[in-house]
């Protein structure tokens, strides 16, 4: 199964900020089937971004998501209140599907 | 809109079963696929296994082969996980998603999830 790794493990910064965060593959992933979810505490995931790039219906367009084959990032363009929370990638263009550990977006 | 309901929390013994239901309202329900993802702390998350209703044959992650089960209820839309064999590193939260495609693309939406506790 391909393994996910997720940097840095936690981000310290001030709203307004711009977040980048990454998500590098242990092999290609195919067609760039990669997703990115966005979860607060005490919540379950909530889908951000999918097949790399595209939003999830009402994604802000504040969150870009790029990359392809073993690269990937989410950018947070400007931090706002309610976007400190964890973050994590999943491929699902191999099966089994798997998940990043996580990168912790917390205010500075 | 698909939104899917859990059932409530469970505390369970080493060595026991537990069997969570998830209803799903909204959407086609034969023709969905429904997935379940647990989070156990410090592990993140992971795959276990997922089930078309129409086609009723489940598939399940190699980790929880003989140990999970998952079947769907077309009749009251409801999809139930079990889990036997139950072991103190099973204490996670366990999600029911649906799958865009398939059984383990990417997952929207998740139902609230079901705390379970494993504890002698």
């Known amino acids: 199964e391909i393994v996910l790794s997720q940097s840095p493990g936690t981000l310290s910064l001030s709203p307004g900020e711009r977040a980048t965060l990454s998500c590098r593959a242990g092999q290609k992933v195919d067609s760039d089937f990669v997703a990115w979810y966005q979860q607060t505490p005490g919540q379950a995931p909530r889908l951000l971004i999918y097949g790399a790039s595209s939003r999830a219906t009402d994604t802000p367009d504040r969150f870009t998501g790029s990359g392809s084959g073993t690269d990937f990032t989410l950018t947070i363009s400007r931090l706002e209140p309610e976007d400190f929370a964890v973050y994590f990638c999943?491929?699902?263009?191999?099966?089994?599907?798997?998940f990043g550990q996580g990168t912790k977006v917390e205010i500075k | 809109q698909v939104q899917l309901v859990q059932s409530g929390a469970e505390v369970k013994k080493p060595g026991s079963s537990v069997n969570i239901s998830c209803k799903a309202s909204?959407?086609?329900?034969?023709?969905?696929?429904f997935s379940w993802v647990r989070q156990a702390p410090g592990q993140g998350l992971e795959w276990m296994g997922g089930i078309v209703p129409f086609f009723g044959t489940p598939i399940y992650a190699q980790k929880f082969q003989g140990r999970v089960t998952i079947i769907a209820d077309e009749s009251t839309t409801t999809t139930y996980m079990e889990l036997t064999n139950l072991k103190s590193d099973d204490t996670a939260v366990y999600y029911c998603?649906?799958?865009?495609?398939?059984?383990?693309?990417?997952?929207?939406?998740w139902g609230q999830g079901t705390q379970v506790t494993v504890s002698s």
């Open positions: 999943q491929q699902y263009g191999s099966s089994p599907g798997t």
């Open positions: 998603v649906r799958p865009n495609s398939g059984y383990d693309g990417w997952f929207d939406p």
């Open positions: 909204g959407g086609t329900f034969s023709t969905s696929a």
